[in-house]
C-alpha cells in the first residue's frame, strides 16, 4: 500500500513547487506539413501571376515542336533544302530538348530557378528571332537547336514552383491549366502554324514568339522567387556526366526520329548512333550510380509512386504525340484536307479539353486520383478503339465522338499522373525530379512516333500485297469496275479512259491499304493504354489526395 502512495504524493510535491503560468490563448497549431514539406500558405495574387506567366512560357515551348509540322514545305523552299533534309528543322529541336530536361534541375539549383527560367526564356526569343533569320538549312538546323535548349529548360521548372506555392484545392486547379496548355500546344500547333504561314510566311512561326517571350521573362523575373543560387556546386560539376548523358539522349533521339524514314539499322549513320548511344547509356548509368554529385539523380524512380506516375506520363506522351500525328496525316493522306480543314476538324479535341479542365479539377479534389488516372486511361483506350473503325469517307462527322473521348481522357490523365509522381516528392528533389518526370513524357512521345513509323511502313507493304492479289483485272469484279469506270471516263477523257480507270483503281486500293495501317496501328495504340491498367494496384494512395484538406 504505501508504495502505491508514494508517487501520487510526491508528483503533487512538485506540482506545488512549480509556478503555474498565467492563462493565454491557445495558440494556433501550425499546419500539417504538407507533400513536398513547404509551409501551407494561401497563394496570393503574385503568385497566380508568376505561375500564369510561366505557363505561357511553357505553352511557346512545347507549341514550338508541332508548330512547323504543317509548314515543312514551305521552309524546304525558303532555306532550298531537299525533303530529306528538311526533317532536321524538326530533328534538331527535339534533340536540344531531350537533353536540356533532366539538366533542368542542376542547372536550377545552380543558378536558382527564376535565373535559368529567365535565362531560358530570353534564349529562346533570341533564338526565334535567328530562326526567322535563317537562310540556309545549317543556319536553321543551329538556331532550333538553341531553341529547343531554351525550351527544354523552361517546362520542367514550372512544377517545382506549383509544388511550392500552391495547396490543395488550388493545386488541382492550376495543374489542370498546366494540362490543358500542355494538351492544346501540341494538338494545335500545327493548326496555328497553317494559319500563320498561309496568312503571312513562314517566317511568322518563329517571329509569333518574340513579344509574348520578352513578356514572359519580365513578368518571372519580377514575380518568381522560391530559392537561391547554390554555387558551390560548380565545386563537383559533373562535367563528364553531362557529356555522356549528352551523346546517350542526343544520339537515342536521333535514331527514333531518323530511324523509320533510313529502314533502321541498314543505315550506316542511324547503326552507328545506335552504338555510341548504347556505349554511352552504360557509361552514364554507371556515372550518376556512383559519382557523388550526380548530373541527374536516379534515385528518384526508387519511389515507387514517383515510378509509377512516370511510367503512366510515358504512355500518355504515347497517346499524345501519337494521335496528334496520325489523325492529321491521316485527313491529309486519305481524305485529301487542307491544313485549314485539318485544324477544323482536330480541334475538337482541344474544345472538349477546355470544357472538362474546371470539372477535373473539382473531381481531383474529391476522387481518388487511381481511379481518376484508370478512368481516363479507359476512355482513352475507348477512343483509339472508335478510331480504330476509320474507313476512306471518315472526316469531321466520324472523328467527332472519339476525338471529344481523347480530349475528356487526357484531361483524366494528366492531373492525377502528376500528381501521383511528384505529390509524394520531397521538396529538395522536386527539381531533379520534376526533369526526369518530363523527360519520360517526350521519350514516350518520341518512342510513339518512331515505332509508329516503322509500323506504318511494314503494315502498309502488308496490306498492298494482299490488296494487289484481290484487284487482278482477271477477275470479273475487277473487270467490270474497270469497265464501268471507262464508259464513265470516255466522255471526260477520250483515248486514254482505259489506263486512267487503272490509275483510279491503283489510287483506291492505296487508299485502302492506307485506311487498314491507320487503323491497325491506332488498335495498337489502343492495347497499350488497356495494359497499363494492370499496373494500378501497385500504386499507394497519392499523398496529395490525403492532402486535399489542408
Not at 482477271?474 to 474497270?482: C, D, I, N
Request: with cysteine; aromatic share 8%; charged share 10%.
Amino acid at each position: 500500500m504505501s508504495w502505491a502512495l508514494v508517487s501520487p504524493l510526491r508528483r503533487a510535491r512538485i506540482a506545488r513547487r512549480t509556478p503555474v503560468a498565467p492563462a493565454r490563448q491557445p495558440a494556433i497549431a501550425p499546419a500539417a506539413p504538407t507533400p513536398t514539406g513547404a509551409p501551407t500558405r494561401v497563394p496570393t495574387l503574385r503568385d497566380w501571376l508568376g505561375i500564369l506567366a510561366m505557363v505561357v512560357g511553357l505553352f511557346m515551348a512545347i507549341m514550338d515542336v508541332q508548330i512547323v509540322t504543317s509548314s515543312l514545305t514551305q521552309i524546304q523552299g525558303g532555306l532550298s533544302a531537299s525533303p530529306d533534309e528538311i526533317s532536321w528543322v524538326q530533328t534538331s529541336y527535339l534533340i536540344a530538348d531531350v537533353v536540356m530536361v533532366p539538366l533542368s534541375g542542376t542547372l536550377s539549383r545552380l543558378l536558382s530557378t527564376r535565373v535559368l527560367f529567365v535565362t531560358a526564356a530570353l534564349g529562346f526569343t533570341g533564338a526565334s528571332a535567328l530562326c526567322a533569320t535563317a537562310t540556309n538549312l545549317g543556319q536553321m538546323i543551329v538556331y532550333r537547336a538553341m531553341q529547343g535548349f531554351s525550351g527544354g529548360a523552361m517546362m520542367p521548372l514550372v512544377f517545382p514552383v506549383v509544388y511550392t506555392k500552391f495547396r490543395m484545392p488550388q493545386l488541382a486547379t492550376i495543374m489542370v491549366l498546366i494540362g490543358l496548355i500542355l494538351n492544346l500546344s501540341s494538338t494545335l500547333g500545327p493548326t496555328i502554324g497553317g494559319y500563320l504561314t498561309d496568312t503571312f510566311s513562314w517566317h511568322w512561326l518563329f517571329l509569333v514568339n518574340i513579344v509574348p517571350g520578352i513578356a514572359v521573362s519580365v513578368a518571372v523575373w519580377l514575380l518568381i522567387d522560391i530559392d537561391k543560387p547554390e554555387l558551390s556546386l560548380l565545386r563537383h560539376f559533373d562535367l563528364c556526366g553531362l557529356v555522356l548523358m549528352a551523346m546517350f539522349l542526343g544520339c537515342l533521339q536521333y535514331a527514333l526520329q531518323e530511324g523509320p524514314r533510313w529502314d533502321w539499322l541498314s543505315d550506316g549513320t542511324i547503326l552507328a548512333a545506335v552504338i555510341v548511344s548504347s556505349i554511352a547509356s552504360v557509361l552514364f548509368f554507371w556515372r550518376v550510380l556512383t559519382y557523388r554529385q550526380p548530373i541527374v539523380d536516379l534515385r528518384a524512380f526508387t519511389n515507387r509512386n514517383f515510378a509509377l506516375g512516370s511510367f503512366y506520363t510515358f504512355v500518355v506522351g504515347t497517346g499524345l504525340y501519337g494521335t496528334t500525328y496520325l489523325v492529321p496525316l491521316f485527313l491529309a493522306q486519305v481524305r485529301g484536307f487542307s491544313s485549314l480543314q485539318i485544324g477544323e476538324t482536330v480541334v475538337v479535341t482541344g474544345l472538349a479539353q477546355m470544357v472538362m479542365s474546371p470539372i477535373t479539377a473539382q473531381l481531383a479534389r474529391k476522387m481518388d486520383l487511381r481511379l481518376m488516372l484508370s478512368i481516363g486511361i479507359g476512355l482513352f483506350a475507348v477512343a483509339m478503339y472508335l478510331t480504330a473503325g476509320l474507313t476512306n469517307q471518315a472526316g469531321y462527322t466520324e472523328l467527332f465522338v472519339p476525338q471529344i473521348l481523347r480530349g475528356v481522357a487526357l484531361m483524366f490523365c494528366y492531373l492525377p499522373a502528376n500528381m501521383i509522381a511528384l505529390g509524394s516528392v520531397p521538396q529538395a528533389k522536386l527539381k531533379n525530379a520534376a526533369g526526369l518526370y518530363n523527360l519520360t513524357r517526350d521519350l514516350g512521345g518520341a518512342i510513339a512516333l518512331a515505332t509508329i513509323g516503322t509500323l506504318m511502313n511494314q503494315r502498309l507493304h502488308f496490306h498492298w500485297n494482299r490488296l494487289i492479289e484481290d484487284i487482278n483485272p482477271a477477275r470479273p469484279a475487277v473487270q467490270h469496275f474497270l469497265d464501268t469506270q471507262v464508259n464513265r471516263l470516255e466522255t471526260l477523257v477520250p483515248g486514254d479512259a482505259g489506263r486512267t480507270a487503272v490509275r483510279l483503281l491503283a489510287d483506291l486500293a492505296r487508299r485502302e491499304a492506307l485506311v487498314l495501317t491507320y487503323n491497325d496501328v491506332i488498335m495498337l495504340l489502343g492495347s497499350l493504354f488497356v495494359a497499363g491498367l494492370f499496373l494500378m494496384p501497385l500504386v499507394n494512395r497519392p499523398r496529395a489526395a490525403a492532402g486535399a484538406g489542408h
